[in-house]
């Protein structure tokens, strides 16, 4: 995948993200509405792909505003990610040459690496987590298990011990799967299915859309770096 | 501009500790008041979980769920209170359970209380016992009269 195509199709994929999210502040209190109302045409010219590089930077100046009115993200890392996305784009429509650009873009693919291989790291050093406790605990008592019913699997601590173990293993062998085009498209399709089950089972739906839209940075970037040469 | 800077930094250098560690867990009661200096002697959760979710309704939720993402905010700017305190999470919680309560009486016509009042009600594990413990109570807030936006 070349660079702009890859860049194109993170514009894309981003913008359908945020369509999601603004359509859900549509209803909501009149001051969010002055927010998300431009943030969805927005990101409908970024699909379309109406001047981009301006697009991006209003994307960017209305994040912020966004950032100020929630004092913070709406919801956490799948905001976090969405911003960072937002600035890397900037970046690449900013830089002077074809070198900065790729070094705005690579350094999105190398975050979303680090974003799971980090996760992963901070769950095998803690015994919990290792032991399984630490997920058993997240079915048990977290806000996030979207029914009662999910609660049960807490009841199920042997199964909790290996999905543990699963999900940690995946996480600290993700960038081995930079290797080569097989193995990276493998491990992207397992990381799609993790986000989700996370957005069936705790209600991420955002994390998946936004975390997918980083996917053309890390598949340019394997290419570029790997087997490119 | 500065604070919207310090805002912005984590997701410029995220550290993606995503659950290196499972918190207690916040959940958000609210009870009904008659008066201003009425004691709160019922406490309802907000937004309780359904039973069951079928696979569909997951489905669906992938591209609409503004719910259970307000859901979300919410539990962070409960995590927030019990962290440092402010005004604006506190206010935010507040409002979100008047619209809902407004919504809510417009559709059934019963609501005859004055004032509203929230408690967080924080959730964590002992050794293998759950523990219950109240940490954060909010100002007691007319239902009327006053806008939160």
Same mark, same amino acid.
């Given at each position: ?65 966004? +950032? ?64 399984? +406790? ?96 | ?15 993606? $500790? ?77 409002? $979100? ?53």
């Amino acid at each position: 995948m070349s660079l702009h195509d890859a860049i194109r199709l993170t514009e894309i994929l981003l913008g359908f993200a945020f369509t999601l999210q603004s359509i859900e502040h549509l209803k909501s209190f009149s001051n969010e509405r002055f927010l998300f109302m431009p943030r969805l045409i927005l990101a409908v010219l970024l699909i379309i792909g109406f001047h981009t590089a301006w697009v991006v930077f209003l994307l960017f100046l209305l994040s912020l505003a966004i +950032l100020n009115r929630f004092q913070g993200p709406y919801n956490g890392g799948a905001d976090r990610m969405g911003l960072l996305i937002l600035c890397c784009l900037c970046l690449v429509h900013l830089a002077p040459t074809l070198r900065w650009q790729e070094i705005a873009f690579g350094y999105l693919a190398i975050q979303l690496v680090l974003s799971y291989f980090i996760s992963g790291w901070v769950k095998v050093v803690n015994p919990e987590w290792r032991n399984g +406790l630490a997920l058993n605990d997240v079915f048990m008592f977290s806000a996030y298990p979207v029914s009662e019913s999910l609660r049960e699997w807490a009841k199920s601590p042997d199964v909790l011990f290996y999905v543990s173990w699963a999900v940690i293993l995946f996480e600290l062998v993700f960038p081995l799967a930079l290797l080569s085009p097989t193995s990276l498209t493998i491990a992207l399709g397992i990381a799609a299915a993790f986000h989700f089950s996370n957005a069936c089972f705790f209600g991420l739906n955002r994390f998946f859309w936004v975390w997918i839209s980083a996917y053309p940075a890390i598949i340019w970037f394997q290419f570029r770096f790997f087997t490119a040469g | 501009m500065l604070h919207t800077l310090k805002l912005l930094l984590p997701a410029i250098v995220p550290s993606w $500790r995503f659950f290196d560690f499972i918190a207690p867990s916040p959940r958000i009661q609210f009870a009904l008041l008659n008066g201003v200096d009425e004691a709160p002697h019922e406490w309802h959760e907000f937004r309780p979980r359904p039973a069951h979710l079928s696979f569909r309704q997951m489905l669906g939720r992938m591209i609409w769920n503004p719910r259970w993402n307000e859901s979300l905010f919410l539990v962070s700017c409960a995590e927030r209170l019990m962290e440092f305190p402010t005004q604006h999470s506190e206010d935010e919680i507040l409002k $979100r359970i008047m619209a809902e309560l407004k919504s809510h009486s417009l559709a059934t016509n019963v609501m005859t209380a004055t004032h509203l009042q929230f408690r967080l009600l924080v959730i964590k594990r002992q050794d293998s016992q759950l523990q219950h413990s109240v940490t954060f109570h909010s100002r007691v807030q007319p239902l009327s009269g006053q806008k939160l936006e």
